[in-house]
């Protein structure tokens, strides 16, 4: 009897204790660095204060830091009741982090406890989750441009890799991204046309996030078609481009039916005159080069850019022949950035006469056959038109073997405003005989100033240079040739490719 009252003693004292324990619970009474946002993460520490003594090997086993889902290490002090945790490396900003003790974790005297404790807080300055506010082109939208880029408009800027790694499209197309308006517009430019008249899909992850890495919460889709355009581009004119800037609408040459009808010729092309082809709408550049033909010309060079343009210039690589004629001839197949293709043929036919450009060509010339006359000093005429004629050059008036000193008159017909290159006549300027019937030495070349103040009667038009030098006589008869060879200038930098020769008979 006294055995079984022992007993029932014993676990009465038992109980009450464990009832007196649990009236002393073994938790974690306080935290550092508290919830919410902390501004400064590198200063951050992680503090746990007890109720009781604790096992510190059981808390520090039972203890985590997380920072994004991701474990963080570092080292632990204790003071006294408190655990402190430093982390091995500064805490960063725009995470989220949770502090966890497992119930696991007990006291010096086994007592475990009641709940596991958890502590969260953050580095974000805002835990807004981003909104995708706008998308462009916008659902269900039309798209004229194979070219048009792609905008997302979001409540928060975004970094570029989020772009590349959770915006996509279908069908796929390549291109890259770029950030505006401090990185809240994404706008993306697709690395080759989208396809004309298809349907694409925009895609967008929810794992997209913003510059704190926050994401935004739900999948994001849009449609959109390109290329609602179906009107082929047409050439609406074509001008020549004068050298001060100036646009001559030129005439396309539509054919002819009859012999009583003439092709339309466009007159006055200037050796410095563009070619502007100026379409409907912008076509392709690359294509224009290839459709367009200059017939007997020189080969052309586009000026502008060989994008999608309205107007085009071209060039030639060298100067047309003056009072040539040719052709510019456009061939249909040139396509605007909606893939549809121009259907007309155009032709402009051209004459090569501009008042500018012509060069200096030789009328006549004009010389005196008595040049120490103070009275008549015999002047002989004659011009290209003319051949062989008698000049009476006289063995009395121009001493057989004796140097005279003379002069000699040339007439050119000119471009308007144009003179020529005195230096250029002197270069191209000589006299060729057969039979050594004379020689001559030129000395200087007069614009001005002339020997005889009066022009040949009919030529008063023409303007006149004056060769003088020292012509030696012979008494030999034959040929005599006054020669200007190819590549006289003006002043206006014409250049004459042809020879001129005037021949006269002794």
Known sequence: MKNKLFILLLLLFCFSSCDLLRFSQFEVISWTPGDGYHIEPEKITVSLDF?????????????????????????VLWDERKMIFTPLLPLEKNMDFTVSLSADACDTKGLSMDDVFYGEFTTRPNNARPVLLSCYPEMYGEADDPRTEVRLYFSAPVPLNTLYDNVSFNPSMTGSWRLE?????????????WIQHNRYEIRCSSSLTDNNG?????????????????EAPYLLYAGRITKDGDIVEMTPDRGYTGAAELPVENYG????????????????????????????????????????????????????????????????????????????????????????????????????????????????????????????????????????????????????????????????????????VISFSPRMVKQTGFSIPEPQEGWENFERLEITGIIENSTNNGIINFIIGSGLKDSLGNKNEKSFVISVIK
Not at 52 to 61: F, G, L
């Open 181 to 193: 308006d401090d990185g809240k517009m994404a706008v993306f430019t697709p690395a080759e046309p």
């Open 269 to 436: 092309w200037e050796k410095d005159d563009r070619l502007s082809l100026v379409f409907s709408k912008p076509v392709d550049g690359l294509l224009i080069k290839n459709y367009l033909i200059a017939e007997n010309a020189p080969g052309l060079v586009m000026e502008t850019s060989s994008d999608f343009n309205t107007e085009h210039i071209f060039t030639f690589n060298s100067t047309p022949v003056y009072e040539s004629r040719f052709a510019f001839r456009i061939k249909p197949g040139i396509t605007d950035r909606s893939g549809n293709v121009s259907r007309n043929e155009y032709v402009y036919r051209i004459f090569a006469n501009g008042k500018y450009s012509r060069p200096p060509a030789l009328v006549g010339i004009r010389m005196p056959m008595a040049p120490n006359s103070n009275t008549d000093s015999e002047l002989f005429c004659v011009g290209t038109d003319s051949i062989f004629e008698f000049i009476p050059i006289d063995d009395n008036k121009y001493l057989s073997g004796k140097n005279i000193q003379t002069w000699i008159e040339m007439y050119f017909i000119t471009a308007e405003g144009a003179l020529v290159d005195p230096f250029s006549l002197m270069e191209h300027f000589r006299i060729e005989t057969s039979n050594d």
């Open 51 to 75: 109720s009781h003594d604790p096992d510190t090997a059981s808390v520090e086993k039972n203890f985590s830091l997380t920072g994004n889902g991701n474990s963080i290490r570092g080292t």
């Open 214 to 230: 926050m994401n935004i919460e739900n999948d994001f889709t849009s449609i959109f078609t390109i290329g609602t355009d179906h």
